[in-house]
């Protein structure tokens, strides 16, 4: 367990908190930083009480007993905070953390999603905005935590696959009085692993439209649970893009090895290396107005980039061809309807394929980290071919 974690990010949300559930194998070192944070807390340690619990820690083997944990603190409190950092659980099971009111959904879906997972391996107030890539024998994470909601925040790393997961320390992305780093995306391009983030000054927020994004490369470090970054870009454009600063792009890499950049429907940039300036292969405006998402996801020989419209949250899509020269051929909107979800929003930040379903990674309403399941054959029954193509 890393207790790195629980002074630098959970100790201010931990100053609020009254009643304090803590189920541990070993709780007197959690116990002993808890009171660090809030000496005046009442603590139930790995035993029943009769107080509405207002955040929970959960650190136990046993799958079942964190669900039925999670089923009576639901009951006691919308509001519940829940985590659990050990994984010492099997991951395609793993619990809804945090539970939020958005964890009704799960009960309430609609076509197209087949599945709802939350998930959150540490606490702050708000886990949120989960990127995605595959890497060695699972899946690279990469999230956004923060006591703010908008900014002040950090990005946290972790490493699952079918044994469990673990906790990645990076020191290089976590806020403090004069930084904050937000919605990371991750992508693979020559054999490497990046990730892309805004990084903001929240004490210079009038900076915050004209700091585009920035990308890391990043070694991935699983033994001793760390990420280290080895190389930093801000790249370079050398002049105003046309539809304005945006900060969600999709990146992915082309046959011959290129970095492609979609950043906006139908708008797409070329580098050939970070250092350069990019190339603008495309300004084809598209007919719906989408922005943002994930890294594009090759699929059937096409690109898959899965975003979102900026008014109504809705879930979209573009598809281009994947070549070094990418055309776009079809476009969906409306795939996922904010309005059936009472308002709900997923805002999408990873994308996997895996056989016929696509693992969407994003944030559930800005609360909570989630992963959704989506019939591919379904989608792409979805898709509008683009009038000027072929």
């Keep these: 367990m890393e207790h790195h974690f629980i ?33 005046e807390a009442t603590y139930t340690i790995n035993g029943p009480s009769n107080y509405q619990y207002d955040f929970a820690w959960i650190n136990l083997e046993d799958q079942k007993i964190i669900e039925n944990v999670g089923n009576l603190l639901l009951q006691q409190s919308q509001n519940i905070s829940i985590l659990s950092p050990s994984f010492k659980i099997q991951i395609p099971n793993y619990y809804a953390l945090p539970v939020t009111q958005a964890l009704s959904l799960t009960i309430q879906l609609k076509s197209p999603i087949k599945k709802i997972q939350f998930f959150s391996p540490v606490l702050q107030p708000y886990n949120f905005n989960m990127g995605s890539v595959p890497y060695s024998d699972g899946i690279l994470h990469a999230f956004r935590v923060s006591n703010t909601k908008w900014h002040q925040s950090s990005i946290i790393f972790a490493f699952i696959n079918s044994t469990g ?8 992305y976590h806020q403090d009085n004069d930084n904050s780093y937000e919605d990371p995306r991750l992508f693979q391009w020559n054999n490497k692993i990046y990730v892309m983030y805004v990084h903001i000054n929240p004490y210079q927020l009038a900076k915050y439209t004209k700091l585009l994004l920035k990308i890391d490369e990043i070694n991935i470090d699983i033994e ?46 070329e580098w050939t290396t970070l250092e350069s300036t990019p190339r603008e292969l495309s300004n084809t405006p598209l007919p719906y107005n989408l922005r943002g998402g994930a890294p594009g996801m090759i699929y059937n020989d096409k690109v898959y980039c899965f975003c979102h419209s900026p008014n109504t949250m809705n879930l979209g899509l573009v598809v281009y061809t994947n070549t070094d020269n990418p055309t776009p051929i079809g476009i969906a909107k409306d795939i996922i309807k904010e309005s059936d979800y009472e308002g709900a929003f997923f805002y999408v930040c990873g994308a996997i394929i895996d056989g016929k379903t696509w693992r969407l990674t994003g944030g559930m309403t800005d609360a909570a980290c989630a992963i959704i399941e989506l ?11 683009l009038p000027f193509t072929s």
């Design 224 to 269: 001793h649970s760390q990420v280290t970054t080895s190389c930093s870009y801000t790249p370079p454009f050398n002049k105003n893009l046309e539809i304005g600063p945006e900060k969600n792009w999709s990146f992915w890499e082309s046959p011959s090895g290129k970095l492609i950049c979609q950043y906006s429907p139908g708008h797409l940039l």
């Design 375 to 385: 019939d591919a054959d379904d989608i792409d029954s979805k898709i509008e071919r």
């Design 165 to 172: 997961a673990n906790l990645l320390h990076c020191q290089n």
């Design 7 to 39: 002074d630098t990010l959970m100790g201010k949300h931990l100053m609020t908190k009254q009643h304090i559930l803590v189920l541990d194998k070993y709780p007197d070192t959690v116990l002993k930083i808890f009171k660090k944070h809030n000496p």
